[in-house]
């Protein structure tokens, strides 16, 4: 099928042209905002249903991979397990402590909320299915990413809780450290896409040769940029292994151990969502966005090729859940400070070099030799001198 | 004038406002956000994206982060004992209009000497990145030196406590 | 080289995750209450009162006539909770040995108290208390529904072949040997009598 297929045009464009024929009844004025409207009902509802879904996914994955069987009561295979958890979350009594700050404390779930809903505007799920299309379309999305911080400092602090406040502090530092990181890996596909806008750079990853598509994570630069950029994101949802703000076994519950029903439901909705625009956005960066992997499978819908990338991406969080333990605050940091971050403006370098020398396989070998050596030795130096070792104490010598 | 400009000075005025305002010095700082925001909306209003964006990166991200731990690591966020009003409040409030007012002279004496422009070119993040790298790379450099010279500073000065205690 | 681990502990956990679909090695879950784990031979929860049917002396139900305790008394002695506690009865009824025994009019155990320490088995000179294995025994009635009485408790041989057959095997060889020393004892004793009958008959004629 060509592009230019009839069929493949309608099952492409499908929600496209839903919307379109659902504004149609609306007089001319009205059709802006209502389509506004429309689409962000319609993001309100996908990804809160598919953060049903994961929630019952990641149990039962954890559970595969932990030799037990998940949750497999409710409905058939578990699957309506979000439902009992929904009304469960609603039907609690929301416990506020009585020297909290009401306000704030009532705000930040709000807060974490709204700033990571806004974060799935930019995201071109299909062809044509960006909320809105941008300029600086990557920079909004990281604007909107560091509001979430303010979110969380706002929930550790009001509850008045030694172990909230501990949990926030080291939440907020650990999501600061990993912001710096996630730019910079990000900037690396700005610079060779040239622009900051998602759906250009999808665009751009959108050519094949050979079959193969010219998605980033299929270079030297685009390569170690995602593994980063997996890190770095697996840092900034508070996932395992960098979960400790909300250790379990650690802090009670981080920052929020004050709340309970309802806005603990959505501390939850706004971690999980924080995920999914992460990964999708990690998706549009480094695995072609809704680009199809092989040209001959270009008949499938471009929406489902996000969708599945982003499926992927969430499943690979489940894996990594099951199977690291948590860092400790320190190692955490150092990490990010001492070994990634070099890394990323190697990786910098690294894509201006892959640039300037031209197409060939002599960028391939030079790019590909300069990341390898650098890592290699890093972490031999890295291991080799302890760091990834027995903690010393200040005070306790 | 429009409606929105309205809205959104509103909004910034009355964050500025709650910032100094409200007794407790968190929700000081959770307003001055607030304000922040708002001026990153009017910024947005303007069709100046990449402003308005980095604005909120960088001060709502970032400031009112270290603003806020800057309170939490000091004694700020006990209630004052006095009272949010100082005992000179008048001296404060005349040099407060006279810096309005000369700041008000200026711009409203701005306007009748720039051309008012009809339609205002969208400045593209492009066009920005060029002028960086181009004519204000200067600039560009020796704010790079000065951030490098304050984190280097930083990590000094904590290094130092460090050793002290030791 | 750095990574290495983590990249290891990755196929590990991919492993355990696609093998639990095909191996149950990977995958041990034991889905109570439709699937249940067979109970050990030496599984214990609560003791019960072993009984033998074939044991009838005098009326009354069978549990009764051929429960083997002889109300003793030494496991409320020695049971470090006190969940036992024991009547004895004003009369005697006749033992698997054909022996007169005193038997318990009133038999508690407290289930709630127990703690399953075996101790009241292993002081049992007469093979009568032994450790049952079920441990469904939820009630609505705290404290009436957890005190066990004599009929709740007496349950069979057989059951206990049933629950711990090698056990069981064993008791009942003790117990038949000990039957068959006690029968042969009664035999010279019987035969020693009846000659010393016959030598006093002897003399008096």
Same mark, same amino acid.
């Given at each position: 099928?060509?592009?230019?297929?009839?069929?493949?045009?309608?099952?492409?464009?499908?929600?496209?042209?839903?919307?379109?024929?659902?504004? *149609?009844?609306?007089?001319?004025?009205?059709?802006?905002?209502?389509?506004? $409207?429309?689409?962000?009902?319609?993001?309100?509802?996908?990804?809160?249903?598919?953060?049903?879904?994961?929630?019952?996914?990641?149990?039962?994955?954890?559970?595969?991979?932990?030799?037990?069987?998940?949750?497999?009561?409710?409905?058939?295979?578990?699957?309506?397990?979000?439902?009992?958890?929904?009304?469960?979350?609603?039907?609690?009594?929301?416990?506020?402590?009585?020297?909290?700050?009401? /306000?704030?404390?009532?705000?930040?779930?709000?807060?974490?909320?709204?700033?990571?809903?806004?974060?799935?505007?930019?995201?071109?799920?299909?062809?044509?299915?960006?909320?809105?299309?941008?300029?600086?379309?990557?920079?909004?999305?990281?604007?909107?990413?560091?509001?979430? &911080?303010?979110?969380?400092?706002?929930?550790?602090?009001?509850?008045?809780?030694?172990?909230?406040?501990?949990?926030?502090?080291?939440?907020?530092?650990?999501?600061?450290?990993?912001?710096?990181?996630?730019?910079? *890996?990000?900037?690396?596909?700005?610079?060779?896409?040239? *622009?900051?806008?998602?759906?250009?750079?999808?665009?751009?990853?959108?050519?094949?040769?050979?079959?193969?598509?010219?998605?980033?994570?299929?270079?030297?630069?685009?390569?170690?940029?995602?593994?980063?950029?997996?890190?770095?994101?697996?840092?900034?949802?508070?996932?395992?292994?960098?979960?400790?703000?909300?250790?379990?076994?650690?802090?009670?519950?981080?920052?929020?151990?004050?709340?309970?029903?309802?806005?603990?439901? $959505?501390?939850?909705?706004? &971690?999980?969502? /924080?995920?999914?625009?992460? *990964?999708?956005?990690?998706?549009?960066?480094?695995?072609?966005?809704?680009? /199809?992997?092989?040209?001959?499978?270009?008949?499938?819908?471009?929406?489902?090729?996000?969708?599945?990338?982003?499926?992927?991406?969430?499943?690979?969080?489940?894996?990594?859940?099951?199977?690291?333990?948590?860092?400790?605050?320190?190692?955490?940091?150092?990490?990010?400070?001492?070994?990634?971050?070099?890394?990323?403006?190697?990786? $910098?370098?690294?894509?201006?070099?892959?640039?300037?020398?031209?197409?060939?396989? $002599?960028?391939?070998?030079?790019?590909?030799?300069?990341?390898?050596?650098?890592?290699?030795?890093?972490?031999?130096?890295?291991?080799?001198?302890?760091?990834?070792?027995?903690?010393?104490?200040?005070?306790?010598? | 004038?429009?409606?929105?400009?309205?809205?959104?000075?509103?909004?910034?005025?009355?964050?500025?406002?709650?910032?100094?305002?409200?007794?407790?010095?968190?929700?000081?700082?959770?307003?001055?956000?607030?304000?922040?925001?708002?001026?990153?909306?009017?910024?947005?209003?303007?069709?100046?994206?990449?402003?308005?964006?980095?604005?909120?990166?960088?001060?709502?991200?970032?400031?009112?982060?270290?603003?806020?731990?800057?309170?939490?690591?000091?004694?700020?966020?006990?209630?004052?004992?006095?009272?949010?009003?100082?005992?000179?409040?008048?001296?404060?409030?005349?040099?407060?209009?006279?810096?309005?007012?000369?700041?008000?002279?200026?711009?409203?004496?701005?306007?009748?000497?720039?051309?008012?422009?009809?339609?205002?070119?969208?400045?593209?993040?492009?066009?920005?990145?060029?002028?960086?790298?181009?004519?204000?790379?200067?600039?560009?450099?020796?704010?790079?030196?000065?951030?490098?010279?304050?984190?280097?500073?930083?990590?000094?000065?904590?290094?130092?406590?460090?050793?002290?205690?030791? | %080289?750095?990574? !290495?681990? =983590?990249?290891?502990?990755?196929?590990?956990?991919?492993?355990?995750?696609?093998?639990?679909?095909?191996?149950? !090695?990977?995958?041990?879950?034991?889905?109570?209450?439709?699937?249940?784990?067979?109970?050990? #031979?030496?599984?214990?929860?609560?003791?019960?009162?072993?009984?033998?049917? #074939?044991?009838?002396?005098?009326?009354?139900? #069978?549990?009764?006539?051929?429960?083997?305790?002889?109300?003793?008394?030494?496991?409320?002695?020695?049971?470090?909770?006190?969940?036992?506690?024991? !009547?004895?009865?004003?009369?005697?009824?006749?033992? @698997?040995?054909?022996?007169?025994? @005193? @038997?318990?009019?009133?038999?508690?155990?407290? =289930?709630?108290?127990? %703690?399953?320490?075996?101790?009241?088995?292993?002081?049992?000179?007469?093979?009568? =208390?032994? %450790?049952?294995?079920?441990?469904?025994?939820?009630?609505?009635?705290?404290?009436?529904?957890?005190?066990?009485?004599?009929?709740?408790?007496?349950?069979?041989?057989?059951? @206990?072949?049933?629950?711990?057959?090698?056990?069981?095997?064993?008791?009942?060889?003790?117990?038949?040997?000990?039957?068959?020393?006690?029968?042969?004892?009664?035999?010279?004793?019987?035969?020693?009598? =009846?000659?010393?009958?016959?030598?006093?008959?002897?003399?008096?004629?």
């Amino acid at each position: 099928m060509t592009i230019e297929n009839p069929i493949f045009v309608t099952s492409d464009q499908i929600f496209v042209l839903l919307r379109h024929w659902a504004l *149609s009844f609306l007089p001319a004025a009205w059709q802006t905002i209502a389509g506004v $409207l429309l689409s962000v009902a319609a993001i309100v509802c996908i990804f809160p249903a598919l953060f049903a879904l994961t929630t019952v996914f990641e149990r039962k994955g954890l559970g595969r991979i932990q030799n037990r069987l998940g949750p497999n009561r409710v409905g058939p295979f578990g699957l309506l397990q979000p439902i009992a958890d929904g009304i469960k979350s609603l039907t609690k009594e929301d416990i506020v402590p009585l020297s909290a700050d009401a /306000a704030v404390h009532f705000l930040a779930p709000v807060v974490l909320v709204v700033a990571v809903f806004m974060g799935f505007a930019v995201l071109p799920m299909g062809r044509n299915m960006a909320l809105v299309d941008m300029d600086a379309g990557l920079l909004f999305y990281f604007a909107m990413g560091t509001s979430t &911080e303010l979110a969380v400092f706002m929930a550790g602090w009001s509850s008045r809780n030694k172990y909230s406040l501990l949990g926030a502090m080291r939440a907020v530092a650990q999501m600061i450290s990993y912001e710096v990181v996630l730019l910079l *890996s990000s900037v690396t596909v700005v610079m060779m896409a040239g *622009s900051l806008s998602l759906t250009k750079i999808v665009e751009a990853q959108n050519h094949y040769s050979f079959g193969f598509p010219h998605w980033y994570i299929f270079t030297p630069w685009g390569c170690a940029g995602f593994v980063m950029y997996a890190i770095a994101a697996t840092a900034e949802t508070n996932r395992s292994p960098f979960d400790l703000p909300e250790g379990e076994s650690e802090l009670v519950a981080g920052y929020h151990t004050e709340y309970s029903g309802f806005k603990f439901a $959505l501390f939850f909705l706004g &971690e999980y969502l /924080a995920m999914f625009s992460i *990964s999708g956005l990690g998706t549009t960066l480094f695995l072609g966005g809704w680009s /199809a992997p092989f040209l001959f499978l270009t008949w499938v819908p471009s929406w489902f090729w996000f969708f599945s990338k982003l499926m992927l991406s969430i499943f690979v969080f489940i894996w990594l859940r099951g199977t690291l333990p948590r860092l400790r605050q320190d190692q955490l940091m150092n990490f990010a400070w001492k070994f990634v971050l070099p890394m990323c403006l190697l990786n $910098l370098f690294v894509a201006g070099i892959w640039r300037f020398l031209g197409d060939g396989w $002599l960028r391939w070998m030079v790019c590909s030799a300069i990341l390898i050596v650098a890592y290699a030795g890093m972490g031999w130096g890295e291991m080799r001198r302890g760091k990834i070792g027995p903690r010393s104490y200040r005070y306790a010598e | 004038m429009s409606f929105v400009f309205y809205m959104l000075a509103a909004l910034s005025v009355t964050g500025a406002l709650a910032a100094v305002l409200l007794k407790n010095t968190v929700h000081c700082a959770l307003a001055l956000t607030v304000a922040f925001a708002g001026l990153a909306l009017l910024f947005l209003d303007l069709d100046a994206q990449f402003a308005g964006f980095a604005q909120i990166l960088v001060y709502i991200g970032a400031v009112a982060i270290l603003v806020v731990f800057a309170i939490l690591l000091t004694k700020g966020s006990e209630t004052p004992k006095d009272g949010v009003f100082s005992r000179t409040w008048l001296v404060g409030l005349v040099i407060a209009a006279g810096v309005f007012a000369v700041l008000g002279w200026a711009v409203i004496g701005s306007i009748r000497v720039l051309p008012q422009e009809k339609a205002v070119p969208t400045v593209t993040v492009l066009q920005i990145g060029n002028a960086l790298v181009g004519r204000y790379v200067l600039p560009l450099e020796i704010v790079a030196v000065l951030l490098t010279a304050a984190m280097v500073g930083a990590v000094i000065v904590a290094m130092h406590e460090k050793e002290g205690e030791k | %080289m750095l990574g !290495e681990g =983590i990249l290891k502990g990755l196929t590990e956990t991919a492993k355990n995750f696609f093998g639990s679909y095909f191996s149950a !090695e990977r995958l041990t879950t034991v889905e109570y209450p439709e699937q249940r784990i067979a109970p050990f #031979e030496a599984t214990r929860v609560f003791p019960f009162l072993v009984y033998d049917a #074939e044991n009838r002396d005098g009326g009354g139900p #069978e549990w009764e006539a051929g429960l083997r305790c002889v109300a003793c008394q030494i496991c409320e002695k020695e049971c470090p909770p006190k969940c036992i506690y024991i !009547e004895k009865s004003k009369d005697k009824k006749l033992d @698997y040995l054909g022996k007169a025994q @005193y @038997y318990p009019a009133r038999f508690d155990i407290d =289930i709630s108290v127990c %703690m399953s320490c075996q101790i009241c088995v292993e002081v049992c000179p007469f093979e009568a =208390i032994k %450790m049952d294995t079920k441990f469904e025994l939820s009630t609505t009635d705290r404290f009436g529904g957890l005190l066990l009485d004599r009929e709740q408790l007496a349950k069979s041989n057989e059951y @206990y072949h049933q629950i711990h057959s090698a056990e069981a095997t064993a008791v009942d060889a003790k117990l038949a040997i000990e039957k068959t020393k006690f029968d042969a004892k009664a035999k010279v004793a019987a035969a020693t009598a =009846i000659a010393k009958a016959a030598a006093v008959a002897g003399e008096g004629a």
